[in-house]
Structure formats: C-alpha cells, structure tokens
C-alpha cells in the first residue's frame, strides 16, 4: 500500500512561473508533511515542512498547503527558478512512529 | 503496489560489531541505493549500485561498508565494526531508472 503517492513523475514549467507539485496520502494518522528536493548523487534535502494542524507554510519561494479532509498536499515554487530542476519528494511521518514514508518523487524540469 | 521492504525496522548493537541491514527492492528495478539519517540531520547518500556493482559512492562509505546483492531479490548494507557514530535510520531505494524512487521505510541502527 502505497501511503504517499506522487502521480506525477515529471512536470515541466516555464522559467519564472509557478510550479506546483502534488502529493496524497493514505494514512489519517499521519501529522507531519515535509518536501525534499534531490540532485542527482546526493540524499533528499529537506525544503519545508508542515505541521496537520495548519493549512500552509510559507518559506522563501516555497510554499506547502495541506487539505486534511482530501489528504492532499501541495508544494508551490514562485517564481520558480534554473536551479529549481530536480526531484521533488513528499514525505510524511507521524509522532507514533519514526520513520519517514516517501512518495516516488516528481522530476520537475524549469525550462528557459 | 510493489514496496521495497527493509528489515528488520530497529536493530540495537554493541560498538565493533557487524551489522548486516538487509532490503528488498521492487523485483524489476534496476538500480538501487542506501542512504543514512543521523538523528535531527539531513538524508545523506551512501551508495548506488547497478549491474552488480557500486556505481557511485559518498564519503561516507569507506572500507567499513561494503553493500551485497546476493541471490537477485535482497540488497544488503554491511557494516563491519559499528561505531556509535554509525547509529542513524538507514533507507533503501530502488529505481527503474535514476530518478523516481521509492524508499523502502527504513531500519534505525542504534550503536550502543
């Protein structure tokens, strides 16, 4: 059972707009989201993180939104940016538990 | 939905022992890899392997790691003496190409 799932594997997106990655989940007892960026030969570098009690969290260019009640979770880039190609994973943990669950990720692709 | 399946989800060692972590990816991906947590630090890359051998490598896995796929189906983290620096939640990965992973949940290492 695939608890967190990208259906996207790849989006591409014109130089100075804004990407939209999205991310679902399964499990209800999940609390706490966060999105990694991957470059290739490196390990998921964490981006920003957001608590089941809020809504949105805004850092920078980057902005996550959750919808509990759809269990769906959005990560948005404005403007988006060269250096902003990469893959992009979505995670989920819960404090009854340690680990973290990844999605498959979405290469996101910032075109000229 | 295929997963990749590590065992076992917690192991406890003494310092100087061997440890063997033990994974089993997606049956027809292709390329696999282990990556390490430290608690309260970023997912660090250890190791990819493809056609039965390492293909890339970080800093972190020196002589005191080696990585196995024995028999086609399981995929092995080893570390030969442990040290409690080694103590960390280890994930495995596996792929069909280099991007679009998936992680299996992870086994928290705990040197003692």
């Known amino acids: 059972d695939q608890q967190v799932k990208q259906n996207s594997p790849s989006l591409s997106v014109q130089e100075g707009r804004i990407s939209i990655l999205n991310c679902d989940y399964t499990n209800s007892m999940f609390d706490y989201f966060l999105w990694y960026k991957k470059y290739p030969a490196e390990g998921p570098t964490f981006l920003i993180s957001i608590s089941s009690i809020k809504d949105k969290n805004e850092d920078g260019r980057f902005t996550v939104f959750l919808n509990k009640s759809a269990k769906h979770l959005s990560l948005h880039i404005v403007p988006s940016q060269p250096g902003d190609s990469a893959v992009y994973f979505c995670?989920?943990?819960?404090?009854?538990?340690?680990?973290?669950?990844f999605g498959k990720g979405t290469r996101l692709h910032i075109l000229p | 939905e295929p997963e990749v399946t590590q065992t076992p989800s917690h192991q406890v060692t003494q310092m100087g022992q061997e440890v063997i972590l033990r994974c089993v990816p997606i049956?027809?991906?292709?390329?696999f890899y282990w990556y390490r947590q430290i608690l309260g630090q970023k997912v660090e890359f250890l190791v990819s392997f493809y056609n039965n051998e390492i293909s890339e490598k970080s800093e972190i896995f020196d002589d005191q790691f080696s990585v196995e796929r024995p028999d086609g189906s399981n995929f092995t983290l080893k570390i030969r003496s442990t040290k409690l620096e080694d103590s960390a939640m280890y994930f495995c990965?596996?792929?069909?190409?280099?991007?679009?992973?998936?992680f299996g949940s992870g086994t928290r290492l705990t040197v003692v």
């Open positions: 995670a989920a943990t819960s404090n009854r538990d340690d680990k973290i669950i």
């Open positions: 990965a596996s792929s069909v190409g280099t991007d679009r992973y998936t």
């Open positions: 049956s027809n991906h292709l390329y």
